[in-house]
């Protein structure tokens, strides 16, 4: 049995992770602050699924959740560190302690989830990683300062620990998503002033993102097989946004 950690499960980008993951026969542990309301869907489906409530900036939290994993399956084959918050003001008014704690959670925590569950994987020789990064790791989005350094900071990572963990057999990746329609975004969307048309007019495809194309991305890069020498990659999900340099009148009239 191959065996799977998400965190920020219980919704968006993790929820649907948790269940693409379930369907292709891991077995799971979730970690939220909140409770994963999907934990008693996925046991119906059949999956072998256990889930803690709990703040992952806090190192005895995830000591707790290698105890529970290592007691339960005794192994650890894919980690998603998926759980990120995000924090939108100009730069000049942002206080460094609102900065440190996006750091805490977007940056540190991935670390040390990864040194934590990492260990486990170096020590089977086998293992796969995978950080949600962003768009905002790959390029500049105003506004955004704490953000965009934490994730650009995960991607620096990612590609730091697949040097250095490669060679053991263990994988470290990134999926950087563009715009997704999530809970996130929605509470981003009415409190820092876009729409939809803002987003979807910026990406080639002419659409958000859903949660199903990163998991599904995920997934792929979680799979041995799938993915086996594919290591220190940052995968952006993006519509094409990020490739695409045209102004926006070129843009749109390229759309059939």
Known sequence: MRVAIVTGAAQGIGRRTSEVLAQAGYALLLLDLQPCENLLALRAAGCDVEALSGDIADETFIALAMTVVMKRWGRVDVLVNNAGISFIAPAETIEASAFRRVLEINLVAPFVLSRTFGSIMLAQREGSIVNV???????????????????????????????????????????????????????????????DDDITDRVPMGRFASSDDIARAILFLADPVQSGFI???????????????????????KRS
Do not use: F
């Open 231 to 253: 290591n220190g990659q940052a995968v952006a999900i993006d519509g094409g946004w990020t490739a695409d340099g045209s102004w926006q009148s070129l843009r749109t009239s």
């Open 133 to 195: 990064a962003s768009i905002a790791g790959l390029v500049g989005v105003s506004d955004r300062t704490a953000y965009n350094a934490s994730k650009h900071g995960l991607i620096g990572l990612t590609r730091t620990l697949a040097g250095e963990w490669g060679g053991r057999g263990v994988r470290v990746n990134a999926v950087c998503p563009g715009w997704v329609k999530t809970e996130m975004d929605l509470a981003d969307q009415a409190s820092a002033g876009y729409t």
